[in-house]
């Protein structure tokens, strides 16, 4: 059965200081894959899209960047956070959006 | 942008009381989706409505789609303490992207 991974859980990271949060996606092969971020109370902004290795669409202009160095990776990167960079990070897979799984979430707190 | 709304924003009801959350969208869509989010977790797939279905069933979640008014809802029969969470819909209007709105926060109290 296919899983998704995402970590760390939670992150408090100084103003200024790089980010790396990855997921990993199990058990299929050639995912869409996914980073979205959620403000608190807030609906899901599409950050990034990936539909192959080396294949990164951005959505929203922004201090982010993300990679997918291999099939079932996705990492999700900030050489410089700022404090609005501040949010529930989600990693999600999917294919041919008929539906998408979503990792349990990172909660960034940038101080 | 943000294509599907959702309304109410937020619904407290008792235990066994029936929940009711509609979504409005504007452009021509493939598909409208549900999905449900405990507090601090990741969204779950709840289900799938196509553009050419007008009701589906699921259990106690009833999903109907309008297309003519671009609007969805859905309803959790028999509610339980349970439910309590956020529920989105999301819009796959063709592209690679599905397109979240910004919730209903549903309370359901014993």
């Known amino acids: 059965s296919q899983t998704i991974h995402q970590w760390p859980a939670t992150l408090v990271q100084p103003v200024g200081s790089p980010l790396s949060l990855e997921c990993t996606v199990e058990?299929?092969?050639?995912?869409?894959l996914y980073w979205y971020r959620q403000a608190a109370g807030r609906g899901l902004q599409l950050l990034f899209y990936?539909?192959?290795?080396?294949?990164i669409s951005s959505e929203v202009p922004q201090n982010l960047s993300a990679s997918r160095p291999q099939d079932r990776q996705f990492i999700l990167s900030s050489k410089k956070l700022l404090l609005s960079d501040s949010g529930f990070y989600l990693c999600?897979?999917?294919?041919?959006?008929?539906?998408?799984?979503f990792g349990s979430g990172t909660q960034l707190s940038v101080l | 942008s943000q294509q599907g709304e959702e309304d109410p924003q937020a619904l407290s009801i008792q235990e066994g009381e029936n929940a009711t959350m509609n979504c409005s969208y504007k452009?021509?869509?493939?598909?409208l989706q549900w999905y449900r989010q405990n507090s601090g977790r990741g969204l779950v797939h709840l289900i799938l409505?196509?553009?050419?279905?007008r009701e589906k069933h699921s259990g106690r979640l009833r999903v109907t789609l309008d297309t003519s008014k671009k609007s969805s809802s859905l309803l959790i029969t028999a509610s339980r303490a349970a439910d309590t969470a956020s529920y989105f819909c999301?819009?796959?209007?063709?592209?690679?992207?599905?397109?979240f709105g910004k919730g209903t926060m549903l309370l359901v109290s014993p």
């Open positions: 999600a897979w999917g294919q041919n959006n008929e539906k998408l799984f």
């Open positions: 058990g299929t092969s050639n995912p869409n």
């Open positions: 990936s539909v192959g290795i080396g294949q």
């Open positions: 452009t021509s869509i493939n598909n």
């Open positions: 409505i196509r553009s050419n279905e």
């Open positions: 999301a819009t796959n209007s063709g592209y690679s992207t599905l397109t």
